[in-house]
């Protein structure tokens, strides 16, 4: 790694850095600001208080203008995970054909969950970090025309791709199927047209570009998701979309269970938050800051996993050189750096870290965090060169 | 009511109180001390850093030094209805029989979920407020050999009755079936031995005697109970016992899914007041609070719904007089008064009112309470009067 081959390890080993607080540039959960947090601080409100109802209406218009939708919106007292299964166990029965568009961990997530319920599953299944294509997933619904729903992860955060969800969208449209996306990394990051692009099931959590601890995801539905769920088979109640949904339309919403009332009202604030900055300049922001974590990392001589293009606005995935432990790297950056970033996911781990510029991030964290990596990727090699002598 | 009668309401109306907070004493979400508000407004950590690991083996040991169980702590990023519903799709199959005692919403609750999984359920049913007998369930068992599992509500909110636990354990035990227990506005309120008594599962969350926001809920599960787990048939991803349970078991515990970390972080903090106060004298506390309820309540001139007893240490639950809506009372509560309570739920809706003494509660919360009450009964009275002259 350039510019740290000299660098005293022994000294930084030693040093103490008792102040030192972690930045959290993980892809997920992320930091979340100073006035969000604050709010979490606030006693807690009853779920049936008029200062709570208020709080539902305006997460749910949030959540609304920032998907370009006027189709409801769900929330859910769970991860990202458990709205994926809601959508599984809304659409599906075990006789149905789905088709999974999978490039890495949570691609394969779709897989196993659809698997579980016994749908007949079509995989369109790509090496993790290849960048799926929508002319691919044309010719499969060409081939399969008894598939109902296609099931694609807008944003892969095991890889860094971020697809071209409005061509998808236009194939999944024209052959006229469910368009289920995870957009749990991207949203809020990257811009999304639930409306004008026709998204049946859009699905994300409060703790990625909604800057909000995890415990509360959402979904937005569209007309046919909605008549979908009315007509599936498969059991479900806690998750189960039309009685949640019921309780929370209208102008006096409420939960049909005991919502997460403090991640509910600090996404209310994450959202002030977002609508103060802008939409724009949020999405020009995250392209910049994925720049300038894509350019910091190049210099460092690393390469890159994640696209080096514009498209890779949500984390930046780096390769390890060889014989360089990514858990290592990891480990010594949150130590002795106080910088927090995620290893490979599954199958990755060991071989690439990833930096997350999603959400409540500055360029300055991107160069700290950058720093750090060169830091902590000059230890490991040093520490092995060590070992081998 | 006693000593309201010449108050005068027009000026309380006209009262103007900016600087009020409200007391939150409902039966969940209770109030949250500030030194749990504190850790919820810290940064966020990641879920494989080391302090946050510390921080599930906090919240395992605590939780499990309450229940008096060596049995393993399972976390769930969900609230009640999510632990429940995964008791019943982790043990049974659509061909099992099971037993429901349901005295109330909740009880009714068992039967909605084991009905819509398919179970063959047999309800041990009791008008709502009605106090089960472990008599009724050992004939219940004698007579229904096929039964596999018992569910039950151990103190059900809706109607403020705590049934006698350990006997009902007693007679599961001997009759040798599985016993599922709803514990969720009984732990840590009032006494629970899992170890002494037999318990396969007991599922509570975090917002009630807990005392940390709503989002989080766990379950502690019995060798036999991850028995029935391994050999159930029905499909389960987000709520599978046996994968969440095995990333979370061992000294480097972590999660299947990202987990609800600042409540988590927030339940450790409340252990460890809970560690501080000591369980016998939180027990006591609560049995003292349903006391000082009860007698102001009676005061009052107000009938009793719950028990008038000291079982009746987690909610004291009111008739209104006739012709006053509950609603109406609880409003005006929350409005005038600064305090929150629970109107009945489902069919006791406007009939009772529900007075939370559970968690952070103090005896002048309670007498504040009741003084609130007091005051809103004889304004919605004296508004019934005047719109009948």
Redesign the interface.
Known sequence: VHGLETADFDLLREQIDPLR??T?M?P?????PPDV??V??????????PQFRAALRGVRSGLQDIAGTENPVLLL??????AM?SAVVNICGPADTVLVVAAGYFGERWI??TE???CDVVPLRYEWGGIPSAEDLDRALRARPDVKAVFLVHSETSTGVVLDLERFATVAKSADVLLVVDSVSSFAAVPIEVDEWGIDVLLS?S?KALMT????AFLILSPAALEAANEALL?????DWGQNLATQLGDEPETW???????VCGLEAALARIGREGLDSIYERHVQLGRRCRSGVKALGLELFSPDDDTAAVLTAVRMPPGIDSSSVVRIM?DRWGI?I??GEARLKGNIVRIGHLGYVSGADVDRAVQALAGAVAEVAEVQRTEVA
Chains 1, 2 share one sequence.
């Open positions: 607080e972690q959290l993980s997920g959960p992320t930091q979340v947090l604050e979490l601080a606030r006693p807690v409100l009853h779920h049936r208080a007292a769970c991860t990202g995970t458990g299964e196993e969950l579980r319920y016994g959590s703790h601890p995890p415990g509360l059991p479900r109640f806690y998750l269970f005991s919502p997460a009332i403090s991640l949150h927090t995620a290893d």
